[in-house]
T-cell receptor, first 113, second 111 residues
Framework: KAGVTQTPRYLIKTRGQQVTLSCSPI?????VSWYQQTPGQGLQFLFE???????NKGNFPGRFSGRQFSNSRSEMNVSTLELGDSALYLC????????????FGSGTRLTVV | GNSVTQMEGPVTLSEEAFLTINCTYT??????LFWYVQYPGEGLQLLLK?????DKGSNKGFEATYRKETTSFHLEKGSVQVSDSAVYFC??????????FGKGTKLSVKP
């Protein structure tokens, strides 16, 4: 059974640019969440999508956005990149959050220069 | 929202030593509780979970018990191995379902 797949694994972008990250959840999982991991702030929740609708959102500026497609694949977009956006972005999918928790992907390492 | 306080690391142990990583949380209601582990250069792996009071989660020799009286979910292992070296995260769920992560505890196990 394939796990959660995130692409690309590594990205280098310049300040002011925008970036799109992709996540393919485990087959059958309709919930997809995104988290940002930095050394200073740790792991922080960005947003969650379920059946193509944003179900929950963390405390991030509007430059961070996401969407989910009918096949449950999800993308997140960061516009007008800042140096502080450099982080590991983790995607997680779930069949039932309470019963099973989340399965995480290996992440996309974004570096903004 | 919920919050979590996790034992600061790093923790360095010798192989076969006993491990405890403390985790306490504040929450409304009784959230599901999780421990995740992160190996270098990788994402998070679910280690164990407990969904209601007095539940004991266990996996790979690790255990944690949901203590609602003390709002704690301490992680324990009786005999650690070098391969257990990683960063461990305690994570209660918010009422909306997202996870709140502790700062993480880095464990190094020496042979």
């Amino acid at each position: 059974k394939a796990g959660v797949t995130q692409t690309p694994r590594y990205l280098i972008k310049t300040r002011g640019q925008q970036v799109t990250l992709s996540c393919s959840p485990i087959s059958g999982h309709r919930s997809v969440s995104w988290y940002q991991q930095t050394p200073g702030q740790g792991l922080q929740f960005l947003f969650e999508y379920f059946s193509e609708t944003q179900r929950n959102k963390g405390n991030f500026p509007g430059r961070f956005s996401g969407r989910q497609f009918s096949n449950s694949r999800s993308e997140m977009n960061v516009s007008t990149l800042e140096l502080g956006d450099s982080a590991l972005y983790l995607c997680a999918s779930s069949l039932d959050r309470t019963a099973y928790g989340y399965t995480f992907g290996s992440g996309t390492r974004l570096t903004v220069v | 929202g919920n919050s979590v306080t996790q034992m600061e690391g790093p923790v360095t142990l010798s192989e076969e030593a006993f491990l405890t990583i403390n985790c306490t949380y504040t929450a409304t209601g009784y959230p599901s509780l999780f421990w995740y582990v992160q190996y270098p250069g990788e994402g998070l792996q679910l280690l164990l979970k407990a969904t209601k009071a007095d539940d004991k989660g266990s996996n790979k020799g690790f255990e944690a018990t949901y203590r609602k009286e003390t709002t704690s979910f301490h992680l324990e292992k009786g005999s650690v191995q070098v391969s257990d070296s990683a960063v461990y995260f305690c994570a209660p769920a918010e009422s909306q379902g997202n996870l709140i992560f502790g700062k993480g505890t880095k464990l190094s196990v020496k042979p």
